[in-house]
């Protein structure tokens, strides 16, 4: 079984920035890695995702704030949060899908609170 663990949440002021981590607990041909996040009472969305190509995709609302890098090739991913404002809050999970057999794993989300 996969693992997804990720790493790097925590508490930051508006306009302050924050990095994000997420590494695969065994080697796996993942075609996809992405980071997803669910604030209280919404629905989980997608924030930016990268694919073994080096293809990135961004929300609307964190384009030109956030940057998604990483190898996917080598199971790690990473999201670039800056000028963060307290919309940004929620519980962030990481993501990675394989092909074939069609799976997606999430990690169990790390918390990023934007306070003053």
């Known amino acids: 079984q996969v693992q997804l663990v990720e790493s790097g949440g925590g508490l930051v002021q508006p306009g302050g920035s924050l990095r994000l981590s997420c590494a695969a607990s065994?080697?796996?041909?993942?075609?996809?890695m992405g980071w997803y996040r669910q604030a209280p009472e919404k629905q989980r969305e997608l924030v930016a995702a990268?694919?073994?190509?080096?293809?990135?995709t961004y929300a609307d609302s964190v384009k030109g704030r956030f940057t998604i890098s990483g190898e996917v090739v080598k199971n790690t991913v990473f999201l670039q949060m800056n000028n963060l404002s307290p919309e940004d809050t929620a519980v962030y999970y990481c993501?990675?899908?394989?092909?074939?057999?069609?799976?997606?794993?999430w990690g169990r989300g790390t918390q990023v609170t934007v306070s003053s």
């Open positions: 993501s990675a899908h394989t092909l074939l057999p069609s799976i997606t794993y």
């Open positions: 065994r080697s796996s041909f993942f075609i996809n």
């Open positions: 990268i694919t073994n190509t080096g293809i990135t």
